[in-house]
């Protein structure tokens, strides 16, 4: 038995609201910051990565409310956050935390970026929250309790035609890796219905769990990319895997819907 089998509903319950709670301020925390803001300000970006990897002080800003809020509440957890939060813990729990997932649409106020916060025990995710801010949307999951979006259940499409598949896919901050990635999706576009890119991968993983996109496709994330939204899909019934159809994991994630997802796999066996 896994350990997170020990695991009661109550407690996964208990640990998606207090993710819920916790994305949804700081959440609005940054959609406020982004509202007192001119369109054309910077924001008090800086780069990470590469000049196309920004970090601006609301991003910085909504971590530290998550961070302090588990402080009090959950104080023997680790914390893994992509701005730097870093908290070794000792109760077998961590939170996996990225603040604005999508920091490119929130520095150019586009609406698809959102705050995504999983819940692992023993590197299992057993609890997610992904709000999206500028929609006040709020996808949850529990492990073993099904997903939802304001409350009400969710589930993928129902599409079984992989030509009529709607594709969400991303693009790494490498230069290289984006001209691989996007050079395979070139050669698989005329396979399916589009292509469309969001800008956040806890985004597109929603979409796919609430059947506005048929598939999500994407390499090279991290692990707070998709640790929330991954269990969102999966917990609403869509299949999540690698490209080749194993466990899904930061370097290859696909979640689709359950009547074409052999067919995207055998697809992507041309990428």
């Known amino acids: 038995m896994h350990p997170a089998d020990s695991l009661v509903a109550d407690d996964r319950c208990a640990l998606r609201d207090l993710a819920a709670t916790l994305a949804v301020d700081a959440g609005r925390v940054a959609l406020a910051g982004r509202r007192s803001e001119p369109p054309a300000s910077d924001l008090g970006?800086?780069?990470?990565?590469?000049?196309?990897?920004?970090?601006?002080?609301?991003?910085?800003?909504?971590?530290?409310?998550?961070?302090?809020?588990?402080?009090?509440?959950?104080?023997?957890?680790?914390?893994?956050?992509?701005?730097?939060?870093?908290?070794?813990?000792?109760?077998?729990?961590a939170w996996v935390i990225d603040p604005i997932d999508g920091t490119t649409n929130f520095v150019y106020d586009l609406p698809t970026w959102c705050c995504s916060i999983a819940v692992t025990h023993d590197g299992r995710t057993v609890a997610g929250a992904v709000y999206v801010p500028a929609l006040d949307e709020l996808f949850v999951a529990a492990e073993g309790h099904g997903a939802t979006m304001n409350g009400q259940p969710i589930s993928p499409s129902t599409e079984t035609v992989l030509g009529r598949a709607l594709?969400?896919?991303?693009?790494?901050?490498?230069?290289?890796?984006r001209?691989?990635?996007?050079?395979?999706?070139?050669?698989?576009?005329?396979?399916?219905?589009?292509?469309?890119?969001?800008?956040?991968?806890?985004?597109?993983?929603?979409?796919?769990?609430?059947?506005?996109?048929?598939?999500?496709?994407?390499?090279?994330?991290?692990?707070?990319?998709?640790?929330?939204?991954?269990?969102?899909?999966?917990?609403?019934?869509?299949?999540?895997?690698?490209?080749?159809?194993?466990?899904?994991?930061?370097?290859?994630?696909?979640?689709?819907?359950?009547?074409?997802?052999?067919?995207?796999?055998?697809l992507l066996a041309r990428l």
């Open 45 to 93: 970006s800086d780069t990470k990565s590469s000049l196309t990897d920004i970090v601006t002080r609301f991003d910085r800003a909504a971590e530290a409310t998550i961070v302090a809020a588990l402080e009090r509440a959950r104080p023997d957890d680790a914390i893994v956050g992509e701005e730097g939060a870093d908290r070794a813990g000792t109760s077998g729990y």
């Open 167 to 177: 594709v969400a896919t991303g693009f790494s901050y490498d230069a290289d890796r």
């Open 179 to 266: 001209r691989e990635h996007a050079a395979g999706i070139a050669r698989i576009i005329g396979d399916v219905r589009d292509i469309r890119r969001m800008g956040s991968a806890a985004v597109d993983l929603c979409f796919v769990a609430a059947g506005r996109v048929d598939v999500y496709l994407e390499r090279n994330l991290n692990p707070w990319d998709m640790a929330a939204g991954e269990l969102i899909a999966r917990e609403a019934g869509a299949i999540t895997s690698d490209f080749s159809g194993g466990p899904t994991h930061p370097g290859e994630t696909l979640a689709s819907a359950p009547g074409i997802h052999a067919a995207v796999v055998e």
